[in-house]
């Protein structure tokens, strides 16, 4: 047999699978490897006996051998860039080549049933997809987000974290930062370092703003993304708790990885990007499968017994922190229907998580339960931009084939000189973050796996950075709804009550959409509400701020009873709510009842009695 200068592949023309599968490794070997359909030239190469054409593929070696089966398709492949380890596996691993061999000629003897498994997997086409409108249309999501979490926080600030705010960030840093040295900067990583105080966490939020519409109009996204990162963590590493909702680190976590994922360059363009790659891709898939199965998880893990009879949404919609009014209706559903609503969720919480690492179809499948189930908690509750970023990580589960549809086409762009030290990042970044990463998921099932010391330490350094997060919402289910009612009085006899922009207080206003913004005061005193007003700091500061009439805290709030002057006391009352049901609400309007439970903080005042 005469040499050749490149190797060919031998296929059957006739058969289409063989043909839908040829196309993806043609595109993945490219010039390096011919391909031919026997029917053209069996003719050409006698000494290959015709049944062996139909029986299987033929690879011809430039150095005149001859393979078949599925040592040939590894051989082929192997001339693809990175695709050498499954002909290693072949021939090194005990028992991967009859393995190999036997699954090939099953695949063959039955490649009329495979051909439409491929179909019901992929779709129309098996060629590997292209990425480009994917990335496009998921960073300017992610620009969105970012708009959304930075002016959110900053028509806050004030009241949250500034010199008259409840949690003053210069005092903060100044408080640690004679105890933690230069410590201080990998413990505490902040710009705010430079200088403390309101000034430059305005800045940041503002530039952090205008970051965001930069990343929108896909100016730039690389280097803006390293800076929305820095921005977003330095304002969360001085709001103490009102920054350490787990979206908060999901979207530093998004963002970080998104630095790897997004085209380095200037100008705005999608004509002029090169592939993302598909190492990062994975990462960030990776993430929305740790998000999705950990939450599901968790719940079972807990013991609590409201998942594991599904009776846990008969108490939900009432007990989460922010209901809209759809979720009271949702509340009023049969308990029947509540249990077929658990089932579903844990459906897509545990299950549809697996097709995250499927082909086409069936990721497509995950994309649209997740976006349903999202959209459905957006309607029954408010957890600000939480529902958009997954939906925004779900959209990474779609290729250029799918959205191809809706946008125009893109073609990928050569990758530039600078392409190994890009790869040379992504290897770093996969070598050290996935191990991480498998620890974090691991602890959702409360069962503590023996890892490295090392591994561990590495996980302490970079907890700061809020790289790497563990999740998994609504662990143990709260059965019942705390609820904190601030009062202030001149006289100590009369108490009028402060009423707060989005938590329930007054009974008859009706709960109400608030979401992707996020009320975070509103919001922490959920939390403070199922425990004692000594563990909470901030709360005591609150009140203080309320007996001096600080006017970024009382911003805050939607009425302050004392608009003169503050109160001389203060104190919290604790009620419990529940929902009204249908007829309660038909009798006199109200959308809660509630009960009285006590004092959950005494009347205090600035003044010594």
Known sequence: MSLRDRPLLIFDGDCHFCRRWIARWRQMTGERVEYAPYQEVATLYSEIAPERFRQSVQLLETDGAVYQGAEAVFRALAHA?????PLWIYGHVPGAKPMSERLYRFVAAHRPGFSRLTRWLWGGSVERPSYLLTRWLYLRCLGIIFLVAFLSLGFQAKGLIGAGGIIPSGKFLEAVAGGLGTERYTRL????????????VQGLWLGGAALSVLLIVDAAPGPILVLLWAFYLSLSTVSDVF???QWDILLLETAFLAIFFAPWKLLPGIFRDTEPSPVVLWLLRFLLFRLMFASGVVKLASGDPTWWNLTALRVHYETQPLPTWIGWYAHQLPLGLQKMSAAGMFVIELGLPFLIFLPRRPRLLAFAGFVFFQLLIGLTGNYCFFNLLTMTLAILLLDDTLLGRFFPAASPKRPGPGRWIRRAAVAALILILLPLECMALSRCFR???PWPEALQRLEVRAFPFRILGSYGLFSRMTTTRPEIVVEGSEDGATWLPYEFKWKPGDLKRRPSFVEPHQPRLDWQMWFAALGDFRSNPWFQIFLARL?????????????NPFPQSPPRYVRAVLYEYHFTDLAE????GAWWRREMKGFYCPPVSLKSE
């Open 243 to 245: 920054l350490e909702f």
């Open 547 to 559: 007996l001096q009439g600080s006017p970024d805290v009382l911003a805050l709030l939607e009425k």
């Open 585 to 588: 609400r038909r009798k006199d």
């Open 81 to 85: 860039p990175f695709r050498g380890w």
């Open 447 to 449: 069962r503590p796996l």
């Open 189 to 200: 990583p902040t710009l705010c370092w430079l200088s403390p105080g309101d000034g430059l």
